[in-house]
């Protein structure tokens, strides 16, 4: 390479995007819209630096353009083997103990050394899921955070954690949250972060979605007219069981035909199969496991579904104002009600009520009149997600050219 071309590269404005892990999240997929979208502009360089190699469970890990150097802090089989273990809920007690005791010092070392290097050829820091803050204190470069969650659901789940992570939050330059009621939770409950606290809604490629949506599976079940929520089968969190119930009901008392699909993975999943075989609709409830793909689903659903005790912004529902698509989710702390335009993208019911949900389901599926009223409102909110839309807040805080 030419003196001159050293230069150019030097110029170019280097972004480090700071993971714990990589995996099939929410927060995963939102950060590879970032990576793509990041990795088409000459002049940055991007760098995803991730503290703990998890092997196959890296499942969008082809999605990251080839333009990203990818970084691991921790990758070896011995310091890897019981977290990925640990995942799929197969450690036992005494490895997580040894691993907790023996590895995780190890790892936290190699972190710490690993960003200290990053951060002397960085011009910016994105700590992505907000885990890296102990390692960052003396670091100079420029420090973003994004926060994911609600601060009121983890204070209450965690107050002790939530505490160290608000006083930890006022070492970075700007704190993103990803919802305007979330910057309101922050802002109430950490009055020193009033100043670094910005929203910026996750973008998504609308283009992207469209095409991986036109991708047809080879599997006839996708021929049935049927309902489908995509998310997490962890019930600490979402509220699949109220869903099945609301279904059931469905069933039962509005007589309706279409089948339930259910796209996604956790350890409530055994809990949630046994529920739907409790209510007498298994035979009509499809657990179709992981997608990597789920948009195909989505187009060809009748509606999505959406049940959960709290949120921070669920990307299913963005991806639903993309795609065009009737939506039916539970109004809880934080997100559907923003993202559905308070009702006019999408019907709100409350957390929890099964009947509530059940009725306004049906109500949706009935009245051809409300469709064309949600539709439009789905249309008119859909913009608002894009690149296009949040590209001026980005480059305003430093994430892109105009710094």
């Known amino acids: 390479m030419s003196s001159e071309q050293n230069k150019d590269v030097k110029r170019r ?21 970032y990576l793509k979208h990041l990795a088409k502009n000459e002049e940055v360089k991007v760098t995803l630096a991730i503290s703990t190699a998890m092997g196959t469970l890296e499942v969008y890990r ?6 990203v150097k990818t970084v691991y802090f921790s990758q070896s089989r011995y310091l890897t083997k019981i977290p990925q273990r640990r995942v799929v809920k197969k450690a036992s007690k005494i490895s997580k103990f040894y691993d907790e005791l023996v590895n995780n010092p190890i790892r936290r070392h190699r972190a710490q050394k690993a960003i200290r290097r990053l951060a002397e050829t960085a011009d910016l820091l994105i700590d992505f899921d907000c885990c890296a803050y102990s390692f960052l204190h003396n670091v100079c470069a420029k420090k973003i955070a994004y926060f994911h969650f609600s601060f009121a659901q983890v204070m209450k789940q965690n107050s002790r954690r939530m505490k160290r992570i608000g006083r930890e939050l006022e070492n970075y330059d700007t704190v993103i949250t990803i919802s305007k009621a979330m910057q309101e939770e922050g802002c109430r409950l950490f009055p020193a972060l009033k100043d670094k606290i910005e929203v910026i809604y996750n973008a998504k490629n609308p283009e992207i979605i469209r095409q991986k949506a036109a991708v047809t599976p080879d599997d006839e079940r996708i021929k049935r007219p049927f309902l489908l929520a995509v998310e997490r089968l962890e019930e600490s969190q979402k509220d699949l069981t109220t869903l099945l119930e609301a279904y059931a009901l469905l069933r039962k008392e509005y ?10 993975k956790g350890r409530s999943e055994d809990e949630l199969k046994e529920k739907a075989k409790e209510l007498g609709i298994d035979d009509r409830t499809v657990f179709l496991g992981f997608c990597a793909n789920p948009y195909p689903w989505m187009l060809h659903s009748k509606m999505l579904v959406h049940s959960a005790k709290f949120e921070g912004l669920p990307t299913v529902l963005i991806e639903g104002l993309l795609l065009n698509k009737l939506m039916v989710a539970t109004d809880c702390p934080t997100g559907p009600q923003e993202i559905l335009d308070n009702g006019k993208a999408g019907l709100l019911v409350p957390v929890g ?17 409300l469709q064309a009223y949600i539709l439009e409102g789905v249309r008119n909110r859909a913009t608002d997600f894009t690149f296009q839309a949040v590209d001026g807040q980005l480059k305003k805080i430093g994430i892109g050219v105009n710094k």
């Open 62 to 67: 082809h999605e990251v353009p080839k333009n």
């Open 255 to 264: 007589h309706r035909e279409e089948w339930l699909y259910i796209i996604g």
């Open 353 to 369: 009520n099964a009947a509530a949900f059940a009725k306004e389901t049906n109500r949706l599926l009935n009245d051809s009149q």
């Open 13 to 33: 404005f280097h972004i480090v995007f700071l993971m714990s892990r990589f995996l099939d999240g929410g927060i995963d997929t939102v950060l590879i819209e």
